[in-house]
């Protein structure tokens, strides 16, 4: 198990930044894939981006390619979000997971472990 908990979250004008962090604490983080996934009000939860526990390989959605970034420091026991040129389409509630492996990295169900999430909203 691997608890997890956001923040960073908040109220921002299209085109600006945030960076979101999700400190673990519990099974080893360092040797843990990590993903971001968001879920918009009435819509399914989807895929943002995963990082493996190097940082070696990442994934980043379609929709953010180019604007977020997935990173991670293992010494803090932390995950990042840069989220750059943010869009009024990018609100939503951020949660950040956990998972011990790197394949199928988009698959929601991979993941066993949560964070509460955090609210990112996007006024134009």
């Known amino acids: 198990q691997v608890q997890l908990v956001e923040s960073g979250g908040g109220l921002v004008q299209a085109g600006g930044s945030l960076r979101l962090s999700c400190v673990a604490s519990g099974r080893t983080f360092s040797s843990s894939t990590m993903g971001w996934f968001r879920q918009a009000p009435g819509k399914d939860r989807d895929f943002v981006a995963a990082i493996d526990w190097s940082s070696r390989n990442v994934n980043h959605a379609d929709s953010v390619k180019g604007r977020f970034i997935i990173s991670r420091d293992n010494t803090k026991n932390t995950v990042y979000l840069q989220m750059n040129s943010l869009k009024p389409e990018d609100t939503a509630v951020y949660y950040c997971?956990?998972?011990?492996?790197?394949?199928?990295?988009?698959?929601?169900?991979?993941?066993?472990?949560w964070g509460q999430g955090t609210q990112v909203t996007v006024s134009s």
């Open positions: 997971a956990a998972r011990s492996d790197w394949s199928l990295v988009r698959l929601i169900s991979a993941y066993g472990d």
